[in-house]
C-alpha cells in the first residue's frame, strides 16, 4: 500500500541505501546510474508519492540538464521544422543527449530572439546551446560565442570559428556529385541551390573543381539560387525551361527535397531522367531511395555528426579542450543518374 507520506530526497536515498547525489541522478534517469539501482529508486519514490522540485534543483544546482536545439533558419525561407533532414538530425542529437543524460529543448532561430545566451542560457532554459545550420551570416551564432555561453554548430566544418563545427565535408560532396554526372556524359550542368549559405558555398566550390579537371566551362547561369525547398526548385525549373528550354542535362542539388522538386517538374514535361537529364540530391534521407526513379544522393553520417556535436558540447561543459571534427561523406548511386 503506497505511504502517503512526503519524503525529503535524503530520506528517499537513506531508504535506497545510496548517497543524495546518486538519489538525485536516478531519479532523473542519469545512464551514469546503473538501470538496477534507477528502477529501485524510481519505485520506491513512486510508493511514496515522491516527486523531484525540478525548480528548486536548478536553483540549487545551477543546471537545467536540458539543451537547447536551434534551427537556424535563415530570414524569407518557407524551409521549416518539416523538412526531413533536420529531423533526422533532430533525432540523432536528442538520441546523443539522452546517453548523456540531457534533454532536449526544440526552437528555431526566429523564437529564440537575438541574444541566445540571455534567451537560453541565463534565463535557466538549457545548460548549451546545438545550432543546426550556419545559415547566410554567423551573427547571432557568434555574438552567442563571444559571451561564453557553450555552444556547437552544424555547419562546415572547414570553416574558421571560434566555436566547434560539426558538419560533411561539403566540398568532397560537391565534387563528387559533379564528377558523377560529369563521368555519366552530363555537359551542361546547374548548381540548384544558393551558395551564399557556408555549406552550400563549399559544394559549389566541388562542383567548379569537377568541372575544371573535365575542362568545362560551367555555364554562365549554372548556379540556381533558390530557397531549400521543392516547392522553390519545382518553381524554377518549369520557369527555366519555359524561358530557355531544356538547356541543361544534370543537376546538382543542395538538398534532397531540392531535387524532388526537380524531379517533379521534369517529369510533368516527360523529360526523361536520367536520359534527358541526371540529378544528384544531399542527405540521402529516407525518402530518397523511395522516389521514381530512387535518388542518386550525397550521404552524410548524422549519427556520427550528433555524436561529435553532444561531445564536443560537455567538453564545453566540463571545460575541457574542443574543436572543429569532419563527418563522412558518401556518394550513393541510385536511378536518377545514368551509371555503369
Same mark, same amino acid.
Given at each position: 500500500m503506497a505511504s502517503e507520506t512526503k519524503l525529503t530526497l535524503a530520506k528517499l536515498a537513506e531508504l535506497a541505501g545510496v548517497s543524495t547525489s546518486t538519489a538525485s541522478r536516478a531519479l532523473n534517469d542519469n545512464p551514469l546510474i546503473k538501470?538496477?539501482?534507477?528502477?529501485?529508486i524510481q519505485a520506491l519514490a513512486k510508493a511514496h508519492n515522491f516527486s523531484v522540485n525540478a525548480a528548486a534543483s536548478r536553483l540549487r544546482t545551477q543546471k537545467t540538464n536540458v539543451i537547447a536545439v536551434i534551427l537556424n533558419l535563415i530570414d524569407n525561407t518557407e524551409q521549416s521544422t518539416t523538412d526531413p533532414f533536420l529531423l533526422k538530425l533532430v533525432g540523432e542529437l536528442n538520441q546523443a543527449?539522452? !546517453? #548523456?543524460?540531457?534533454?532536449?529543448?526544440l526552437s528555431n532561430s526566429f523564437m529564440a530572439s537575438d541574444d541566445w545566451a540571455n534567451y537560453?542560457?541565463?534565463s535557466q532554459r538549457a545548460d548549451g546551446i546545438l545550432v543546426i545550420g550556419q545559415g547566410?551570416?554567423?551573427?547571432?551564432?557568434e555574438l552567442a560565442a563571444q559571451s561564453g555561453?557553450?555552444?556547437?554548430?552544424?555547419?562546415?566544418?572547414?570553416?574558421?570559428?571560434?566555436?566547434?563545427?560539426?558538419?560533411?565535408d561539403n566540398f568532397s560532396g560537391g565534387y563528387s556529385a559533379t564528377k558523377h554526372l560529369l563521368t555519366q556524359g !552530363? #555537359?551542361?550542368?546547374i548548381f540548384l541551390g544558393d551558395p551564399e549559405h557556408a555549406e552550400m558555398q563549399e559544394r559549389y566550390r566541388g562542383f567548379l573543381r569537377a568541372h575544371e579537371e573535365h575542362g568545362i566551362l560551367p555555364s554562365e547561369n549554372a548556379v540556381c539560387a533558390i530557397d531549400i525547398t521543392s516547392k522553390s526548385a519545382y518553381q524554377f525549373i518549369n520557369d527555366r525551361i519555359k524561358a530557355n528550354g531544356l538547356d541543361f542535362d544534370g543537376i546538382v542539388c543542395v538538398s534532397d527535397m531540392v531535387a524532388f522538386g526537380a524531379l517533379k517538374a521534369l517529369k510533368e514535361r516527360y523529360v526523361g531522367i536520367p536520359s534527358d537529364v541526371g540529378i544528384v540530391g544531399y542527405d540521402d534521407i529516407s525518402l530518397a531511395e523511395l522516389m521514381h526513379p530512387s535518388l542518386t544522393t550525397i550521404k552524410q553520417n548524422t549519427q556520427q555528426a550528433a555524436e561529435l556535436m553532444v561531445a564536443q558540447l560537455?567538453?564545453?561543459l566540463e571545460r575541457k579542450?574542443?574543436?572543429?571534427?569532419?563527418?563522412?561523406?558518401?556518394?550513393?548511386?541510385r536511378r536518377s543518374t545514368k551509371h555503369d
Open positions: 538501470q538496477e539501482t534507477r528502477t529501485k543527449l539522452n !546517453a #548523456k543524460g540531457y534533454e532536449l529543448l537560453f542560457i541565463r547566410k551570416s554567423d551573427e547571432k551564432i555561453v557553450p555552444i556547437v554548430v552544424w555547419g562546415d566544418a572547414k570553416t574558421e570559428a571560434t566555436y566547434p563545427v560539426i558538419g560533411g !552530363a #555537359k551542361q550542368i560537455i567538453n564545453q579542450p574542443t574543436s572543429s571534427q569532419v563527418v563522412e561523406t558518401s556518394l550513393v548511386v
